[in-house]
């Protein structure tokens, strides 16, 4: 039986180490492809030129100016989006909740909306935290109304929470008609015109979510398996969760100031990886950073090469794929409770 157990978690082991260099591949293999695929496409050779042999030609200069900060900007929204995605499934124990889904990422868009139209706000640094609170306000708001224990519940109250803020949005917009001309592509979801400035003052935030994640693997695995045995383990289950939705919030935060509200990648991704590695939260949070950028970074691809002279936005792109990946669990949820 010693034996068995022992090839048992061998074989575990060896499993989740291939997952994880298939995702390290997977993830290296997007971000060439989103520095060398646009309206132009480039040769390997000038983009391994711009990046390492820089010397001004037009190549590396739209690779320099726009590919290259276009591509980190996914990379840091996409691990931030996988996992809040896979946080917010962890505290709540609900396998359709999603930062995009239950209007999270739209209570930070709003914020966002009103620091720049009424306090005229337009720093990223400064919007994040308008951001911030407003996601935070989306979570509270979809706890209270929907609650955590039934997933229908929950996506209906997200659901008409997100058209609320919505809403508000449009009528911002209808407003100030200077506003809905620089939010029109913000507002679905875009990596268009993003520049690294804007990035490095978001990344103080995206780290702090960062670690905080990562502190939160064990407890969560101890949540999981009940409040009493959490606490027997020694976990504080209520302080787990609310340290869990305040780095939600982060992450959602500085991805939705960084290229607005983008949904459905947190949804996807965890369930990727629950069903290749298991419920191990010590495993799923990594991998779901890791490959929450290859699913943003490639509908991001798939949208400059399906768009023709101009391109489909990513938001647009993770909504027709989200919503197909929606239906899929909850068909699954509907086969388990039979």
């Not at 391994?48 to 990379?75: K, M, N």
């Not at 109304?145 to 919505?166: D, E, T």
Request: proline content about 4%; aromatic content about 6%; some cysteine.
């Amino acid at each position: 039986m010693v034996l068995l157990g022992e090839r048992v978690t061998s074989r575990r082991w060896g499993v989740r180490a291939t997952v994880l260099v298939a995702a390290l591949v997977a993830l290296v293999a997007v971000v060439v492809l989103s520095i060398a695929f646009g309206s132009n496409r480039l040769p390997l050779g000038s983009v391994w030129h711009a990046l390492f042999s820089y010397s001004g030609t037009f190549e590396d200069v739209v690779i320099r100016d726009d590919r290259l900060p276009r591509t980190l900007l996914g990379l840091a929204v996409g691990v931030g989006l996988g996992l809040a995605g896979a946080l917010l499934q962890a505290i709540t124990r609900n396998p359709v909740a999603d930062p995009g889904l239950l209007g999270i990422n739209h209570g930070a868009a709003v914020a966002i909306v009103l620091g720049g139209a009424v306090f005229s706000v337009s720093s990223p640094e400064q919007l994040v935290w308008f951001a911030f609170f407003g996601a935070l306000a989306g979570t509270v708001l979809v706890t209270v109304i929907g609650g955590s224990v039934s997933p229908l519940r929950l996506v209906l109250a997200g659901v008409a929470i997100q058209a609320v803020f919505v809403g508000i949005n449009q009528g911002m917009q209808m407003i100030n008609t200077h506003s809905l001309d620089q939010m029109r592509y913000w507002l679905v979801g875009s990596l268009v015109n993003r520049n690294l400035d804007s990035l490095a003052g978001l990344l103080p935030f995206f780290l702090a979510a960062l670690v905080v994640a990562g502190l939160l693997a064990r407890p969560l695995n101890a949540v999981a398996l009940g409040d009493d045995s959490a606490r027997g383990l020694g976990a504080n289950p209520v302080l787990t969760r609310a340290v869990g939705m305040i780095a939600v919030g982060l992450l959602s935060a500085t991805a939705t100031a960084a290229c607005g509200p983008i949904a459905f990648v947190g949804l996807m991704i965890p369930h990727v990886v629950r069903a290749l590695v298991g419920q191990d939260e010590r495993w799923v949070l990594p991998l779901s950073a890791l490959l929450g950028p290859v699913l943003l970074l490639g509908c991001d691809v798939l949208g400059r090469l399906l768009g023709g002279n101009g391109e489909i936005q990513v938001g647009l792109m993770t909504d027709v794929i989200g919503g197909v990946a929606f239906v899929i669990v909850a068909r699954r949820l509907k086969a388990v409770r039979r």
